[in-house]
C-alpha cells in the first residue's frame, strides 16, 4: 500500500478482492461446520456473516473434548533397547 502511494501505482491488492478472499475463507469454515454447501455472497443474515457469528457458530476443532482416564505409567519403547 505504502509503495502504490509513494510511486501513485495501482495497489496489488484492492479491498474488494481482499473482501472476496475473507468470504471465501468463511465460506470453507461454514462448509466445514454445517456440511453444506455454501452460496456467495454471503447474506448480513448469515449466522457466519460476522466474527461473532463465527466464533458461536464454527466447530472448534482444537478444543480439547475428551481425556484419557486412568492413564498408566508406562514406558514408551522404539521396538529396541537402548542403553543408558
Do not use: C, Q, W
Not at 61 to 80: H, P, Q, S, W
Amino acid at each position: 500500500m505504502l509503495n502504490a502511494i509513494e510511486t501513485e501505482s495501482p495497489l496489488l491488492v484492492d479491498g474488494k478482492s481482499g473482501r472476496n478472499t475473507l468470504e471465501l475463507i468463511v465460506g470453507i469454515y461454514k462448509s466445514a461446520s454445517t456440511g453444506e454447501k455454501v452460496t456467495f455472497p454471503l447474506e448480513a443474515e448469515d449466522a457466519f456473516y460476522t466474527r461473532e457469528g463465527i466464533m458461536e457458530n464454527a466447530v472448534h476443532f482444537y478444543e480439547k473434548k475428551t481425556a484419557v482416564e486412568n492413564f498408566e505409567d508406562v514406558d514408551i519403547t522404539l521396538g529396541r533397547k537402548l542403553e543408558s
